[in-house]
């Protein structure tokens, strides 16, 4: 499974982790992605598009970018 939005493209990031002395090691931040069908909803043409399964952020779902397929 990619880590990868298919809607906001959102992808891992590289952060620092700082310990109490200071020192800082790499590390990665993955994005809250689930792989799921859905129907992605067009704001320019106000139409649904339906997709198959595909990963999808869960700030994507929760903003209403697009509609769960049950």
């Given at each position: 499974?990619?880590?990868?939005?298919?809607?906001?493209?959102?992808?891992?990031?590289?952060?620092?982790?700082?310990?109490?002395?200071?020192?800082?090691?790499?590390?990665?931040?993955?994005?809250?992605?689930?792989?799921?069908?859905?129907?992605?909803?067009?704001?320019?043409?106000?139409?649904?598009?339906?997709?198959?399964?595909?990963?999808?952020?869960?700030?994507c779902v929760k903003a209403g970018k697009i509609q769960k397929v049950l």
């Amino acid at each position: 499974m990619s880590r990868i939005c298919s809607i906001c493209e959102k992808r891992p990031q590289v952060a620092n982790l700082v310990s109490h002395a200071n020192n800082k090691t790499k590390r990665w931040v993955y994005p809250n992605v689930h792989k799921m069908t859905f129907i992605k909803i067009d704001e320019t043409h106000k139409k649904r598009v339906p997709v198959r399964c595909d990963s999808v952020c869960t700030k994507c779902v929760k903003a209403g970018k697009i509609q769960k397929v049950l």
